[in-house]
């Protein structure tokens, strides 16, 4: 591995960056691809590669590259210290992810009620300002109350984070989206929001509705939203 490489590989995991080494297994070739550029067909594979979080060999062009993907840990934002976070916290954190609960409630979010998950009593702007949302992170905003799930919303389409989710029915996700339009955010972009969150798998519980967020946070991370989701979205999530 060249100096250089060795380099950039150390600059990208001090900042949380996912990047994948292409190494053509004939010449020695390399090169560091960051998934998201997807202009060639090097690229797409670097690119799935990651999403699957699977280093692999793939054929292009007559040439075999091998690429060793090196990830970032998943992180999950809960924004809303409610019912269906606690399930979900460790849920997510079985999964592997490193989970952060945000709410500016002090009677909600509580290490008694969320032991060994990362607090934070901030509002979610600020929060997320300090602990920005990367391409290996997931928000999902449980609240019902705009005052807190619009601005980390707000800094979720503003960022590259893989998934982005909010509670509540196809009602109160239109609503969402109309004020979300008025800070300048179009119809595209707003599409990233999953709401109403989760597939639908009948959910009910706040346990069964956090298997179902879980469900579609898998399916955003594996995909990237280029296949069609395994089944519409439901309303249980109220």
């Not at 380099?7 to 998201?36: K, N, Y």
């Not at 916290?89 to 032991?115: C, H, K, L, W």
């Not at 939203?225 to 249980?236: F, H, N, Y």
Request: aromatic residues 4%.
């Amino acid at each position: 591995m060249k100096q250089r490489t060795l380099q950039a590989l150390d600059d990208a995991h001090r900042e949380g960056r996912a990047v994948v080494r292409a190494v053509d297994l004939l010449s020695g070739e390399e090169a560091l691809i960051h998934p998201g550029n997807d202009s060639s067909e090097l690229e797409q594979a670097a690119g799935k590669a990651a999403r699957a979080d699977q280093s692999t060999s793939v054929e292009i062009g007559g040439r075999t590259w091998f690429l060793t993907v090196c990830n970032p840990p998943l992180d999950l934002a809960i924004v809303g210290a409610v019912h269906i976070a606690q399930p979900l916290s460790v849920m997510a954190q079985i999964a592997g992810y490193s989970v952060r609960v945000i709410d500016p409630r002090t009677a909600f979010a509580t290490a008694e009620r969320f032991p060994g998950v990362s607090l934070s009593h901030e509002w979610p702007d600020e929060a997320l300002a300090k602990a920005p949302l990367g391409t290996r992170s997931a928000l999902v905003a449980l609240t019902h109350n705009p005052k807190v799930d619009d601005p980390a919303l707000t800094a979720a389409l503003s960022s590259g984070c893989f998934y982005i989710g909010a509670l509540g029915s196809k009602k109160t996700h239109a609503g969402r989206r109309e004020r979300l339009k008025q800070r300048g955010f179009s119809d595209a972009a707003l599409d990233r929001i999953r709401g109403p969150i989760g597939l639908a798998i009948g959910a009910r519980s706040p346990a069964e509705i956090a298997v179902a967020i879980l469900a579609e946070m898998t399916w955003q991370l594996r995909m990237g939203g280029s296949e069609e989701q395994p089944a519409a979205r439901g309303t249980a999530s109220g």
